[in-house]
């Protein structure tokens, strides 16, 4: 399983960003999909989760109704459309996938993790 996040970038406060996530290797449509993100000096933490063959999702707090995570079964990528960005969004996000289709919001539950994609929000 591969999995490559891409999208990042420097976005204003009040900005929005969409983040993809192309996966390969195996099929995928009973996969959960998650994104998680790690600033400088924090741990790695939960941001949001769906289930490919169900589209259920699910959202830490701190980026409810500002986020919004779908996939495209077709092209094999997850997406994470980020509005109303705040300087303390700014972390690297990764993507990662559970073959076991559970929904979960620890880094444990995920087993494949791609490379992290930079977000940086200036005030």
């Known amino acids: 399983v591969q999995l490559q996040a891409s999208g990042g970038g420097l976005v204003q406060a009040g900005g929005s960003l969409r983040l993809s996530c192309a996966a390969s290797?195996?099929?995928?449509?009973?996969?959960?999909m998650g994104w998680f993100r790690q600033a400088p000096g924090k741990e790695r933490e939960f941001v949001a989760a769906?289930?490919?063959?169900?589209?259920?999702?699910f959202y830490a707090d701190s980026v409810k109704g500002r986020a919004t995570i779908s996939g495209d079964n077709a092209k094999n990528t997850v997406y994470l459309q980020m509005n109303s960005l705040k300087p303390e969004d700014t972390a690297v996000y990764y993507c990662?996938?559970?073959?076991?289709?559970?929904?979960?919001?620890?880094?444990?539950?995920?087993?494949?993790w791609g490379q992290g994609t930079q977000v940086t929000v200036s005030s």
């Open positions: 990662a996938a559970d073959p076991r289709g559970f929904i979960a919001s620890t880094t444990d539950a995920f087993g494949y």
């Open positions: 290797g195996r099929t995928f449509s009973s996969y959960a």
């Open positions: 769906t289930i490919w063959s169900t589209g259920s999702t």
